[in-house]
């Protein structure tokens, strides 16, 4: 949930070219808005529509959305379809629809042919991507870029004047937006609309209760469903669980609980890695962690140019702090690379660490035409989480109090406090009415399914255990691996309690923790030794590290991320 882009991390296979082509020409805003859901056929396989709902559901003459809704269908008809599973990839702002096209396929092979008894569904929340109106505070794509490139430095710490300076530009945005709402619409698209809009989705088709599976900011929207519809629940699944009522008091200091021990894991990692698979080794983890002290202080009194083939740019303390941060969100997939980029970097190339970064970040684009429907912006991000949280009307001394105490916790506060506390002080547009919790139900009609890992750097399992105990009788299962959801890294045995919750009812037993298929920093996994993968597992396997890499990709597409 903080300042940072990953670019999508597609592999060969994630897209067929078929639909990749289709997901480029299928037009939106052709498909005219409805009260039922009037499927066309899109992207190659699938069916969308445009649902039009109602901004306000207490007064229906404030004006409608229309959602951007899209399913692969079932196969099934008749008493063996199933309903819907209705799936969010998190953000918030992320689009549903275009993690859909990505991850549908895949889907299918992790969760076997069971899940073809489903209409797989999903759908681009109020304000975001396809569905309108479009939350947008700027009014060209250049105003946007020039904005953001001036968001730097990300770092709360990087130096005396950083926190006034984001305090401030807080402030700016906060009356740009409320100055350019002129529809009225920014306070209407916080999350408790976005769980009523899945319960009339549920509803037309068909079906009294909903299926959900929700990763990242998606397990705010599923707690929050639970908490207002508890007898409207039949299956909710939410991974890298974001504790609700951080969420809603625009304090995401718990969200830090293990940053720093997914940071540790990158020391131990590259120790027991050895130096021919982890550039920047040291005999131990303590030595490790002592080097990156030594040259993050390095850094921060020198910065290095680099000129790479992406683009070029300074090597400071900011960049260098992102790109380490960002990397604990996927240790699997990018701590070799940093390794890499930290070793060189000590010796006056910044070039391969900033090349990491362009990768991790979404470049800067020069493009003078206006905001269009198929035109992700961060805009609707910072308008759910400011419109969701408590009022904070902050100083600049509060802040920086805010800050000294969240350091306590973790070693990298300055991006939880930046991406909440500081980045929601400016904001103006608040519904009285909205739900901001307490998230909580004392019996839902079944039981929720939480999944954390064990070292998750933004949503860590205390947030999960607090979510647990709001919902008594709900199931949790740990991963053991560090890393953000349990997407980052391959797990048959994590796949296989999804499976059984999803299409049994069935929760793990207490205390279930699941190993993964991997090891960091491509040392061999334990598994090998003890058995062969069949066929199957194989592709299994090779579907999620597709899911991981897409769902990566929509976690970190806007300014605020969870």
Known sequence: MIAFSIQFLLSAFLLSPLVAQAADTFLWNQLTP????????????????????????SDPNVGTAALAVIRLPANVSGTDYQGPILFNPGGPGGSGVDSLVENAAKFQVVFGTELTKYDIVSFDPRGVRYSTPQASFFQTQVERDLWNAGSLPASLNASSNAIPNAWGRA????????????????????????????????????????????????????????????D?????????????????????????????KALQTFFDGCAAAGPDLCAFYKPTAAEIAERLTTLT?????????????TGY??????????????????????????????AALEKGNGTTLYSISVQQDTPFQDDCTTNSTATPTDDAAIAIQCGDAAEVKDSVQEVTD???????????????????????????????????????????????????????????????????????GSGLLTQDSPGHT??????????????????????????????????????????TSKRALSTDDKEILAAMKAISESLLSVIGSSKFRI
């Not at 066309?40 to 445009?50: A, D, E, K, M, N």
């Not at 921060?300 to 083939?309: F, G």
């Not at 506060?413 to 909205?434: I, L, M, N, P, T």
């Open 232 to 260: 409207k629940v039949e299956r909710i699944l939410i991974d890298g669980v974001v504790d609700p009522e951080a969420w809603f008091s625009a304090n995401l200091t718990i969200e830090s609980t293990d940053t720093d």
């Open 171 to 230: 402030h700016l945005l906060g009356a740009i937006a409320a100055q350019r709402d002129t529809s009225q619409i920014l306070k209407y698209l916080t999350t408790d609309n976005v769980a009523r809009d899945m319960l009339l989705m549920t509803q037309k088709f068909g079906f009294e209760k909903l299926k959900y599976y929700g990763t990242s900011y998606g397990s705010v929207i599923g707690a929050t469903f639970a908490a207002m519809f508890p």
């Open 297 to 309: 202080e390095s850094v921060r009194r020198t910065p290095i140019p680099a000129l790479a083939s």
């Open 313 to 342: 740019g300074l090597v400071d303390y900011s960049l260098l702090r992102n790109t380490i941060f960002k990397s604990l969100y996927a240790p699997y997939e990018w701590f070799p690379a940093l390794a890499q980029g930290m």
């Open 402 to 472: 805010f800050y000294r105490n969240a350091a306590r916790t973790s070693k990298f506060a300055e991006f939880f406090v930046g991406s909440s506390r500081v980045s929601c002080s400016g904001w103006q547009v608040y519904r009285e009415d909205r739900f901001n919790g307490p998230v909580a139900a004392a019996n839902t009609s079944f039981p929720l399914l939480l999944t954390t890992t064990s070292a998750d750097p933004v949503t860590p399992k205390a947030g999960a255990l607090r979510v647990q105990a709001a919902f008594p």
């Open 486 to 527: 349990s997407n980052t890294a391959p797990s048959l045995c994590t796949i296989g309690y999804f499976r059984q919750y999803f299409f049994n009812g069935t929760l793990p037993p207490p205390g279930t923790v699941c190993p993964v298929e991997v090891s960091l920093f491509g040392a061999p996994a334990n598994f």
């Open 34 to 57: 409805s009260q039922d859901l009037q499927w066309v056929p899109c992207y190659s396989i699938f069916q969308c529509t445009r649902l039009e709902v109602p901004f306000d559901y």
